[in-house]
């Protein structure tokens, strides 16, 4: 069975400083790997995402995530963080073998970056 | 490009009622879902489509039926409404490759009382 997991409900940052949103995940055969953010009363965005090839994967608003097969990793990062970054942030996987929707996500991480 | 587009974007229901929850892509995507978000337990996916004509449920589909009679849309109705049903909805759509994205809806805010 698929699972992911987001072991922080909240991640506190002050501006400038580097971030880190983490997720881990589980699944039977090879994943897709997905970040989403979400802004308050709206509805989720891509950021990016992992499918084959280098483990460091770039996205959108300076944004990247390093997949870990070992430790069945896929943290979220970014080197300086900003106030605008503030915001709801979901990780999902996908079991490559699975296609479709079986895509679940993880509970979500809430990023606070203060000025 | 519209993308998603859902509609009512809020929605108060007394229990018992029925409505339908509107769901449009413009992107001629085979895949197209709805999830429920609720507090700390991420979204959950309740039905899904792989094309008009098929559809199949999720992880929590008691209480609601679809149907996709086109490619592009993908309606959501609650049959009987209950208060457990108080959740923000989001349709999404996805290209055939299976490693593609998903695309979400901007929501859909129901509270049932």
């Known amino acids: 069975a698929q699972s992911v997991a987001q072991p922080e409900d909240q991640v506190n940052v002050a501006e400038g400083n580097p971030l880190t949103v983490k997720c881990t995940y589980s699944?039977?055969?090879?994943?897709?790997l997905f970040w989403y953010v979400q802004y308050p009363n709206r509805g989720l965005q891509f950021l990016l995402k992992?499918?084959?090839?280098?483990?460091l994967v770039k996205g959108s608003y300076g944004f990247e995530a390093e997949f870990n097969k070992s430790q069945t990793s896929f943290h979220l990062k970014k080197p300086s963080a900003l106030v605008s970054d503030s915001a709801l942030y979901f990780c999902?996987?996908?079991?490559?073998?699975?296609?479709?929707?079986?895509?679940?996500f993880g509970a979500g991480t809430r990023l606070f970056v203060k000025a | 490009n519209a993308g998603v587009t859902q509609t009512p974007k809020f929605q108060v229901l007394k229990t018992g009622q029925s409505m339908t929850l509107q769901c449009a892509q413009d992107m001629n995507h085979e895949y197209m879902s709805w999830y429920r978000q609720d507090p700390g337990m991420g979204l959950r996916l309740i039905h899904y489509?792989?094309?008009?004509?098929?559809?199949d449920q999720g992880e929590v589909p008691n209480g609601y039926n679809v149907s996709r009679s086109t490619t592009e849309d993908f309606p959501l109705r609650l049959l009987s409404a209950a208060p457990s049903q108080t959740s923000v909805y989001f349709c999404a759509s996805k290209g055939g490759n299976s490693g593609n994205t998903i695309y979400f809806g901007e929501g859909s805010w129901l509270t049932v009382v």
């Open positions: 699944v039977s055969g090879n994943p897709y």
């Open positions: 999902a996987v996908r079991d490559r073998n699975t296609g479709g929707f079986k895509t679940i």
């Open positions: 489509s792989v094309g008009a004509g098929i559809t």
């Open positions: 992992y499918i084959t090839g280098d483990n």
